[in-house]
T-cell receptor, first 113, second 112 residues
């Protein structure tokens, strides 16, 4: 069974630029999560989708971050414009449903200079 | 407000000995606790979990202990192996919203 795929694996941008991350969850997983992990901290949930609907985006900085999950499968997370403090690893995870075990992708390491 | 705390950023243990990783929490409404293991450049992978109605769960070399009165849990790895070197995250779930709340992680280094 293929795992959660993410791309790109690494990205370096200057502040005020835009960036987008892509996630392909495990086939059949209804729930998809985006986490932000800053160095030395645990992952912080940014947004949770159930199929193509948003379940929780309470910690998503909506003035600069946006996410979508078209057709309830792949998802993209966008930052526009980026700030220095957005430097982090962005993890995508999926699960069969919101109560099931979460499987994580390898993450995208973003460096904002 | 850090609801899940892992106060040791790193831990070094001799191969073959016991590794004990600790985690404290503040929210008494947490129903379920999980440990994840993370290697560099990889996402976290689930290791072991425990329900709040239990005080111990064992899976091979890994045992998790829960002390609800102290709001403390620990992960024991016996015997420790070089492949156990990784960052270990403690996480908790509140039944109401089923959101994972993570600790900051402890980097475990197993010395040969």
């Amino acid at each position: 069974e293929a795992g959660v795929a993410q791309s790109p694996r690494y990205k370096i941008i200057e502040k005020r630029q835009s960036v987008a991350f892509w996630c392909n969850p495990i086939s059949g997983h209804a729930t998809l999560y985006w986490y932000q992990q800053i160095l030395g901290q645990g992952p912080k949930l940014l947004i949770q989708f159930q199929n193509n609907g948003v379940v929780d985006d309470s910690q998503l900085p909506k003035d600069r971050f946006s996410a979508e999950r078209l057709k309830g499968v792949d998802s993209t997370l966008k930052i526009q414009p980026a700030k220095l403090e957005d430097s982090a690893v962005y993890l995508c995870a999926s699960s069969l449903d919101r109560r099931a075990e979460q499987y994580f992708g390898p993450g995208t390491r973003l460096t904002v200079t | 407000d850090q609801q899940v705390k892992q106060n040791s950023p790193s831990l070094s243990v001799q191969e073959g000995r016991i590794s004990i990783l600790n985690c404290d929490y503040t929210n008494s409404m947490f129903d379920y606790f999980l440990w994840y293991k993370k290697y560099p450049a990889e996402g976290p992978t689930f290791l072991i979990s425990i329900s709040s109605i239990k005080d111990k769960n064992e899976d091979g070399r890994f045992t998790v202990f829960l002390n609800k009165s102290a709001k403390h849990l620990s992960l024991h790895i016996v015997p420790s192996q070089p492949g156990d070197s990784a960052v270990y995250f403690c996480a908790a779930i509140e039944e109401e919203n089923y959101q994972l709340i993570w600790g900051a992680g402890t980097k475990l280094i197993i010395k040969p």
